[in-house]
């Protein structure tokens, strides 16, 4: 058996972490932490910086500084997550792809031979990301979803 | 938990500093609670059936498998609403031949599902019956700690629209996880 659980810092991802290492425990599964970057979050940050503060001379710099902390941010949350599941003792491995959020999901469970895919019902905005995110993603795919309110 | 504990020390209290009790208060919904630290033991699975869920995948039954104690309540309806549309234009004959029909679908769906868990090491029971897919599931739901729902389940998806919309409408209100598949 092999898990996908996708990570973005929110809570519901922590709590989806939960999930896959209780099943694959049980299991004997193989655990994958997924996390996707999207360079336009960066750029969209930065343009609203750019409009809102005029200091639009730095728009570039401003991206730069986003797009690797949001790298770093992420890869600080795959590591704490690889350090709990390996401590409690499953295999565990570490992804991240860069591009559109759902063709990255849905080239990944194609491409990954997975048995289920693990998403929190939130985003790390706390509102509902179920719309968009699961209709785009569970529709892709044969994998069987769990959400994680 | 001390991965959890990390994680907020790291993200939220080094920086919150004094005001972490009353950030921590204010904006709970972001942090995790002690009690969601704990993965809830699964002992009651409802699985929703109907005319629209034709297969299941071997993926869901091993993902099943592993709440080895949990027993799986296995609903298939069949549509009220369906009923009442066939009798505005069919006599009683034609109705009741459409039922028993639909009725038999359900019979070896379940049937076929209900060896499969079994297989699986589940405990099973079924019921069948006509109702609303979505109250009846949506009313259902609260009694059980997971839910495990067909994407195809409720309504005829599409293409584009390759999730159906009583699926969609019962992950955005299922306060357990749910499986979507």
Request: charged share 30%; net charge neutral.
């Amino acid at each position: 058996m092999k898990i996908l659980t996708l990570i973005d810092g929110s809570k519901w991802s922590h709590k989806g972490t939960l999930h896959a290492v209780s099943i694959a425990k049980k299991k004997n599964a193989d655990i994958v932490l997924l996390a996707v970057l999207d360079r336009r979050e960066a750029r969209t940050m930065a343009f609203n910086y750019c409009t809102q503060s005029d200091k639009c001379d730095i728009i570039g710099t401003y991206e730069q500084n986003i797009w690797r902390d949001m790298r770093r941010n992420i890869e600080t949350e795959l590591a704490a997550a690889w350090d709990y599941c390996t401590s409690e003792g499953c295999r565990c491995t570490t992804k991240i792809r860069e591009g559109d959020r759902r063709e990255e999901i849905v080239r990944e469970v194609r491409d990954g031979g997975y048995t289920l895919v693990i998403m929190g019902a939130h985003g790390r905005s706390a509102k509902p990301a179920l719309g968009s995110t699961l209709s785009d993603i569970a529709g892709e795919i044969e994998t069987p979803v769990l959400i994680v309110p | 938990m001390g991965y959890f504990n990390s994680l907020l020390q790291r993200k939220f209290k080094d920086v919150a500093g004094k005001r972490y009790e009353t950030i921590a208060r204010d904006y709970r919904e972001f942090l995790l609670t002690e009690e969601e630290t704990v993965v809830p033991e699964v002992l009651s699975i409802l699985m929703p059936l109907d005319y629209f869920v034709k297969e299941i995948p071997p993926q869901l039954y091993e993902t099943l498998s592993s709440y080895e104690r949990a027993k799986v309540t296995l609903v298939y309806i069949v549509d009220m609403e369906v009923i009442r549309i066939v009798a505005d234009s069919l006599d009683e004959k034609a109705i009741a031949e459409f039922r028993r029909k639909r009725e038999a679908f359900g019979e070896d769906l379940l049937n076929r599902v209900i060896t499969s868990l079994e297989g699986a090491g589940l405990t099973v029971t079924s019921r069948m019956f006509a109702g609303e897919k979505f109250d009846n599931i949506l009313e259902l739901m609260k009694g059980y700690d997971l839910i495990a729902v067909s994407k195809k389940y409720g309504t005829l998806t599409t293409e584009i629209a390759p999730l159906s919309s009583v699926t969609l409408k019962l992950a955005q209100m299922a306060r357990v996880p749910i499986i979507v598949y």
